[in-house]
């Protein structure tokens, strides 16, 4: 009777603890990242009559080619943090017959951070149609409304604020590439 009632009892206790170690807060939970990664500095490399080759060297793969509109390329990018809410962000490329790009549309626009967008900065428009053409056409980025600076107090010497802005102030810039136009030969 005793040597049940032990075993039944450290059994108890065994299961607890495997269930408490499934559920454990502490447990490290990996963040998952799935699709095209799409920055507003690739973004801003779109110009309105690229061909597919240019936008394929700047954006990559799409993610989705539909059959059904083979004109259009989408890209998709999701992350999950450490199990918390998933976020999603979605950019879709239209071209037009002669494979120039004509249309933009999704989560990212030409000329605005995410940032200004954020702010409420920028138009709340969120498609950007351009007049087809048989020549690449230069754009420029419209410039967000003024943001009044803040002051701020100077970071003591020798704090980690003070060695972060030393960093900055001392970094290079580095010009972006862009890609040349192609030729394309009759």
């Known amino acids: 009777m005793q040597k049940t009632k032990l075993l039944m009892t450290s059994l108890t206790l065994t299961g607890l603890f495997a269930i408490a170690g499934c559920?454990?807060?502490?447990?490290?939970?990996i963040d998952i990242q799935q699709g095209n990664v799409v920055t507003q500095d690739m973004i801003d490399q779109l110009r309105p009559g690229m061909t597919r080759k240019q936008v394929r060297f700047i954006m990559g793969n799409p993610l989705i080619t539909d059959t059904f509109h083979a004109n259009r390329w989408d890209y998709l990018y999701s992350m999950q943090p450490g199990?918390?809410?998933?976020?999603?962000e979605r950019v879709s490329i239209t071209f037009?017959?002669?494979d120039q790009l004509v249309g933009l549309s999704g989560d990212f626009m030409p000329?605005?951070?995410?940032?200004?967008?954020?702010?409420?900065?920028?138009?709340a428009t969120t498609t950007t149609e351009v007049a087809p053409t048989t020549e690449p056409v230069e754009t420029t980025p419209v410039a967000p409304a003024p943001v009044e600076p803040v002051e701020e107090e100077p970071a003591e010497p020798g704090s980690l604020l003070d060695t972060i802005q030393q960093e900055i102030d001392d970094a290079e810039t580095a010009p972006v590439p862009t890609p040349a136009p192609?030729?394309?030969?009759p």
Do not use: C, D, F
């Open 111 to 123: 000329g605005m951070s995410r940032e200004q967008e954020i702010m409420g900065n920028t138009p």
């Open 23 to 29: 559920s454990y807060p502490g447990v490290y939970k």
């Open 96 to 98: 037009n017959e002669s």
């Open 182 to 185: 192609l030729e394309t030969a």
């Open 83 to 88: 199990g918390r809410q998933r976020t999603q």
